[in-house]
Nanobody
Framework: QVQLVESGGELVQAGASLRLSCAAS????????MGWFRQAPGKGREFVAA???????AYADSVKGRFTISRDNAKNTVYLQMNRLKPEDTAIYYC????????????????WGQGTQVTVSS
């Protein structure tokens, strides 16, 4: 049974930094591309960042230069380092897994976590 468990979300002020973690189990982590998505109240789930099995990366334009995705295959964990947070980054952040390559579309991912809340106050 595949499980993805996010952690690290909290309430912070604008300009602060946070690091989200997503611990995976029940899959061969090194064979899966990992993605981060977010969903703000009243909006759809949107792509944030992804990393392939070869560590190539992709970012949404809105977070490029502020967020960094990384993975530790020894710990079966993917991270999202978020710097210079803005109120518009407020959302539930989800990690997701799919085989091998990066994708930006939610439907392309096979497994999802339950999400962690990030709230950025102005």
């Amino acid at each position: 049974q595949v499980q993805l468990v996010e952690s690290g979300g909290e309430l912070v002020q604008a300009g602060a930094s946070l690091r989200l973690s997503c611990a995976a189990s029940g899959l061969t982590f090194s064979s899966y591309a990992m993605g981060w998505f977010r969903q703000a109240p009243g909006k759809g789930r949107e792509f944030v960042a992804a990393m392939s099995i070869s560590s190539s990366t992709a970012y949404a334009d809105s977070v490029k230069g502020r967020f960094t995705i990384s993975r530790d295959n020894a710990k079966n964990t993917v991270y999202l380092q978020m710097n210079r947070l803005k109120p518009e980054d407020t959302a539930i952040y989800y990690c997701a897994a799919r085989l091998l390559t990066i994708a930006r579309i939610t439907a392309d991912y096979d497994y999802w976590g339950q999400g962690t809340q990030v709230t950025v106050s102005s």
